[in-house]
């Protein structure tokens, strides 16, 4: 069966701040180079399959520095569209829509939840097809709401899984059981 590893990309200006990070394709910070660097001994050990990243270059250049140059690059992958909330931090949404999360607020000109899980099952269909290990590059939310799919539940699930930039999650199976096998290591 698929193991399914994956990593975020490593830290952006927007991603410190705070900022919600869709569209906008920032680069890496020298300490998101320098951590996504750090990721390529953790990985080098296991015989991937498949390696897939977003399209955004933050994500392209995790997958490069972590030691996969060739990641292929799935459009399905990309964050979260948050429309007229892109580059806009929490705080600050809030302050005219108080409660306000991606997980269940309304995103003015952004993706709905069943937008971005219609995308994620497609990319979970193509790594299932995969006998072995597949490795992914991508974002906070759309990887969250990937593991909540992954899990079987709602992409809004994915609001019980915080992910920290440049961190390693396995997600597998126990016998037919899709589970999370380690999670933000």
């Given amino acids: 069966m698929t193991d399914l590893y994956l990593v975020r990309h490593g830290a952006t200006e927007w991603s410190v701040d705070g900022r919600h990070t869709g569209t906008t394709d920032l680069p890496l910070l020298p300490q998101g180079e320098e951590t996504a660097r750090s990721l390529a001994p953790r990985l080098a050990g296991v015989d991937f399959d498949l390696v897939l990243t977003s399209p955004r270059q933050r994500a392209r250049r995790t997958a490069e520095l972590a030691g996969f140059p060739d990641a292929v690059v799935d459009e399905d992958l990309a964050e979260w569209g948050y429309g007229d909330y892109e580059g806009v931090t929490t705080d600050t949404i809030r302050r005219t829509d108080p409660g306000w999360t ?84």
């Fill in 102 to 185: 991606v997980w269940g607020g309304v995103t003015p000109g952004g993706e709905t939840p069943d937008a971005v899980c219609v995308r994620l099952d497609r990319v979970i269909r193509r790594v299932r097809s995969v006998e072995g290990h597949v490795l992914v590059f991508g974002h906070g939310h759309a990887l969250r709401a990937l593991a909540a799919r992954w899990l079987g539940l709602s992409a809004t699930e994915g609001r019980l899984l915080k992910l920290d930039t440049a961190t390693l999650s396995v997600l597998g199976f126990e016998r037919e059981q899709p589970v999370v096998l380690h999670w933000n290591s």
